[in-house]
């Protein structure tokens, strides 16, 4: 394998391996919990997702179990490793999918010239899924997440621009946001914790990412993992902040269908300044829609290698992985094309159960059981474990009864 990644190029690729749907939604969730809890939770996710990083790189190190995150669970048992497998294959599949769900019908909304071509909205839609199939298939052909390191540098410039262009509606707007009321709402963090949780998952790709790096060492490794855990959080606290703050308790859903949207108030308002032509917000969605273009194969990779980690050594070949590739893409697109999917309750509901354990659980499992011995470290490691086991509980009763809804 190639040995491609430095310490910073990793910290790249596992900030953009975060960038999916769930992003556009921390605003939302920021409006369920209020500012200050709000950034309290994303304190938390943040600093539990660079200790999970360390104890990954940290138990990969120590064994030489392969290059996948479920390799890890031999540490365990054997065994356990065929259940992290179907964690892991969960996980991604369902991420892929959301993402490919979301960003078909964010494309209806940010191009409305193609409602006259077709009248109904949801055949434009069902074309732009077939049509992504190009773009997909040659993305997910790259073989290691090195060889994508560029496509990442593209996402991280979006994101930073999409950033920039709040800070400059919430200057430009600040006089009409005077009647936005911002107060945290009932049952909020049963809503708000599973988009935060979903929105800064990149533990599954943390071991291939540690094999494709030059170089690595305790210092190094630590070094990622906390810029992965300060990036991703100042990135999701950033717009989840700045978009609550301009609209306020309005907000209903996802930020970038707002801003995609022509005719939504701050566009129409937008429209009355030197931006009358609306460029600011249509690169923002159009970075965007590059952004999740550039996740799709960062999701893909990591199952792709899960699966093949399953089968006999003697069919872990290219044309097994190609194939595996081309039928895995093949049934996001066939999930996608699904028209009453709700992207949101499947983020939901897979961030109150397999990206908690896969974030927050296994790691420590895997830590706990290469150290063996009584430690600070570790004694913190088994107390994130019994939280992850409360959260995902309180979480999963609370979407049962329908308390999680905007």
């Not at 291939?208 to 991703?232: A, D, H, P, Q, T």
């Amino acid at each position: 394998m190639s040995k491609l990644l430095t310490e910073y190029s990793a910290i790249v690729v596992m900030i953009t391996s975060m960038m999916g749907a769930s992003i556009y939604f921390t605003p939302v969730a920021f409006r369920f919990v209020g500012y200050v809890y709000g950034w309290g939770v994303i304190f938390l996710i943040s600093s539990l997702t660079s200790f999970s990083l360390y104890c990954i790189s940290y138990s990969a190190m120590k064994m030489p179990v392969g290059q996948t995150y479920s390799s890890l669970g031999v540490c365990i048992s054997p065994r356990f490793k065929h259940v992290l497998d179907a964690f892991v294959i969960v996980n991604s599949l369902t991420a892929n999918v959301c993402l490919y769900r979301y960003l078909s019908d964010l494309i209806v909304v940010a191009f409305p010239m193609l409602l006259p071509i077709w009248p109904d909205p949801e055949t434009v839609r069902k074309g732009i899924v077939v049509i992504l199939l190009i773009p997909f298939f040659i993305l997910s052909s790259h073989k290691n997440l090195s060889s994508l390191k560029y496509v990442s540098l593209a996402m991280i410039i979006s994101i930073v621009y999409f950033i920039f262009l709040l800070v400059f509606y919430n200057l430009l707007f600040y006089p009409g946001r005077s009647s936005y009321e911002a107060t945290s709402l009932a049952n909020g963090f049963s809503f708000s914790i599973p988009i935060f949780i979903t929105a800064m998952a990149c533990q599954s790709n943390m071991v291939k990412v540690l094999n494709e790096m030059s170089s690595n060492s305790i210092g190094k490794i630590r070094f990622v993992s906390i810029c992965c855990g300060i990036g991703g959080g100042l990135i999701y606290g950033s717009i989840g902040h700045l978009g609550y703050s301009l609209f306020g308790n309005r907000l209903n859903g996802d930020l970038l269908k707002v801003l995609a949207d022509r005719d939504s108030l701050i566009n129409i308002q937008l429209s009355h300044t030197i931006d009358r032509y609306l460029l600011s917000s249509r690169a923002a969605v159009y970075g965007c829609i590059l952004i999740f273009v550039g996740s799709f194969p960062m999701q893909l990779n990591p199952l792709v290698t899960t699966i093949l980690s399953v089968l006999p050594p003697g069919r872990r070949t290219d044309g097994t992985r190609i194939f595996l590739m081309t039928a895995l893409i093949l049934l996001c697109f066939l999930l996608a094309l699904v028209k009453d999917l709700s992207a949101d309750l499947v983020i939901s509901i897979a961030g109150a159960t397999v990206t908690n354990f896969i974030s927050f659980f296994f790691p420590f499992a895997f830590f706990i059981s290469v150290r063996k011995e009584y430690a600070v470290s570790t004694v913190l490691g088994a107390l994130c474990m019994i939280a992850c086991l409360f959260s995902s509980v309180y979480m999963l009763v609370n979407i049962a009864m329908g308390k999680n809804g905007v």
